[in-house]
C-alpha cells in the first residue's frame, strides 16, 4: 500500500509563506500525477495545484501567481510554495498522488492545517 505523509503546515499572518511537504512511500511503480487540495471550514474539497507526468501542472485561479508545486521525482516527494497568503487560504491541505497501473489508483494524504490570520 502506498501511504502519504504531509507536512509543513501551520499559522502565518496574511502576506506571508509556506512551503507544504507530501512524501509518498510504498508500492510505487510509476505516478502519473501528484497535486494537493484544501478544504476549508464549510466548504468543499478543491483542486489546489497538480502535476501530471512530472512535467505538466495545473492550478486554481485563485492561487495562480502565488502558488507553486514542485516534484522531486527520485524520492517521490511533491511540494507546494504558498506565497502571499491570503485568510482564504485557510484550509485542510492534502496531498494526492495517482499511482499508474491497471487500473490507475487515487492516494491521500492525512492533511496539514494552514491557518493564515488576518
Known amino acids: 500500500q502506498v501511504q502519504l505523509v504531509e507536512s509543513g503546515g501551520g499559522l502565518v499572518q496574511v502576506g506571508g509563506s509556506l512551503r507544504l511537504s507530501c512524501a509518498a512511500s510504498?508500492?510505487?511503480?510509476?505516478?502519473?500525477?501528484m497535486g494537493w487540495y484544501r478544504q476549508a471550514p464549510g466548504k468543499q474539497r478543491e483542486l489546489v495545484a497538480d502535476?501530471?507526468?512530472?512535467?505538466?501542472?495545473n492550478y486554481a485561479d485563485s492561487v495562480k501567481g502565488r502558488f507553486t508545486i514542485s516534484t522531486n521525482n527520485a524520492k517521490n516527494m511533491v511540494y507546494l510554495q504558498m506565497n502571499s497568503l491570503k485568510p482564504e487560504d485557510t484550509a485542510v491541505y492534502y496531498c494526492?498522488?495517482?499511482?499508474?497501473?491497471?487500473?490507475?489508483?487515487?492516494?491521500w494524504g492525512q492533511g496539514t492545517q494552514v491557518t493564515v490570520s488576518s
Open positions: 494526492r498522488v495517482q499511482v499508474i497501473g491497471i487500473p490507475v489508483r487515487d492516494y
Open positions: 510504498g508500492s510505487i511503480f510509476s505516478i502519473k500525477s
Open positions: 502535476i501530471t507526468s512530472g512535467i505538466m501542472t
